[in-house]
């Protein structure tokens, strides 16, 4: 019984991780869009608007290129179900999620990989130009944005001497010193970068516009209608919270319950929604003031990012 307590409160602590990063995501970009309409002199849509829309879509008939093949219906279930499994063994409201052994930085990074791989894969299967186009831009960007990643990642893992996300939250909880340190300043601007890039935000990516020729992620989803457009919809949403909710926790992580209690959970909870919206506002407020790349200038932003990595793994050799 005394094994089988903790176990229950794990799954639990998963799902609501799961539930939260779920219908958080499409309200978090409900608010982004809301500020942005603001900071522009327009009332905007409500908050909720896109909670509405993923409703509407899937009552609607569902429609698919003649010529697509079963991997067009498989990606966006694929989508959803990778940032589902890692939102629930990350340790986004409790560093004490179900599986949490199993929440290592490069575990998460490659089961986010899956996901955008299969979407690239369905915008060419539709057999049009814009999907193409739009697949071979995204995966340009994700090769340039990974080496990044990686030695961000290592960067990050030094401190904490381990890769897994809940052993680098619970480090920097007993010892709050160390986001000050170069080192993990270094490696954290190089993750939001790349943050940046891969959920299709500006400077990369405008998700706002439908101008064929500067498209990347939209052009990728252009074919999708109804239920399918829905699905992706919510998993594209469920990253973005997702990818900003590690960011938020390796930068701030206090809040985040160490247990599985429901009244620290419930503070979790709150923490990470208040953190999240926070960043989720000042992306937007940097969003408005300043304009897409033009995309063959994107490569010297993501080698900025490596750069700064790189700092982050040099500092931490040096400084100690």
Not at 191 to 214: F, K, M, Q, Y
Not at 227 to 236: F, R, S
Not at 248 to 260: D, E, F, Q, S, Y
Request: with cysteine; hydrophobic share 55%.
């Amino acid at each position: 019984m005394s094994t089988i307590a903790p176990m229950v409160g794990a799954g639990i602590s998963s799902a609501v991780q799961v539930a939260v990063v779920a219908v958080g995501g499409p309200v978090l970009l409900g608010v982004m869009r809301k500020v942005r309409c603001r900071l522009e002199g327009r009332v905007g849509a409500p908050v909720l608007q896109p909670l509405v829309d993923i409703r509407k879509l899937f009552r609607k008939e569902r429609l698919r290129p003649d010529q697509a093949t079963w991997i067009f219906a498989l990606a966006p279930v694929v989508l959803v179900s990778t940032v589902a499994v890692a939102a629930a063994v990350t340790p986004l409201v409790t560093t004490h999620p179900a599986f949490g052994a199993g929440s290592d930085l490069f575990v998460l990074v490659y089961l986010l990989l899956v996901g955008s791989t299969i979407l690239a894969l369905a915008g060419m299967d539709a057999g049009t130009a814009f999907g193409g186009m739009g697949s071979s831009r995204a995966v340009t960007i994700g090769a340039l944005a990974e080496p990044a990643l990686l030695v961000s990642i290592l960067a990050l893992s030094a401190t904490a001497h381990s890769s897994n996300l809940a052993a680098i939250v619970r480090a920097t909880l007993a010892g709050p010193g160390s986001v000050a340190t170069p080192q993990r300043l270094f490696a954290l601007g190089s993750l939001l970068i790349v943050i940046v890039a891969e959920s299709g935000r500006l400077p990369v990516d405008n998700p706002a516009t439908h101008l064929e020729l500067t498209m990347v992620h939209e052009a990728m989803v252009l074919e999708y209608a109804g239920p399918d457009l829905a699905v992706v919809t919510v998993g594209e949403a469920m990253r973005l919270t997702l990818l900003l909710g590690i960011f938020v926790n390796l930068v701030a992580p206090w809040g985040v319950a160490t247990t599985t209690h429901a009244a620290d959970i419930a503070v979790g909870v709150a923490s990470l929604a208040a953190k999240v919206a926070l960043l989720g506002v000042a992306l937007s407020v940097f969003e408005v003031s300043t304009a897409k790349v033009r995309l063959f200038r994107i490569p010297e932003l993501l080698a900025g990012a490596f750069v700064l990595a790189l700092l982050g793994v040099v500092s931490g050799l040096v400084v100690k």
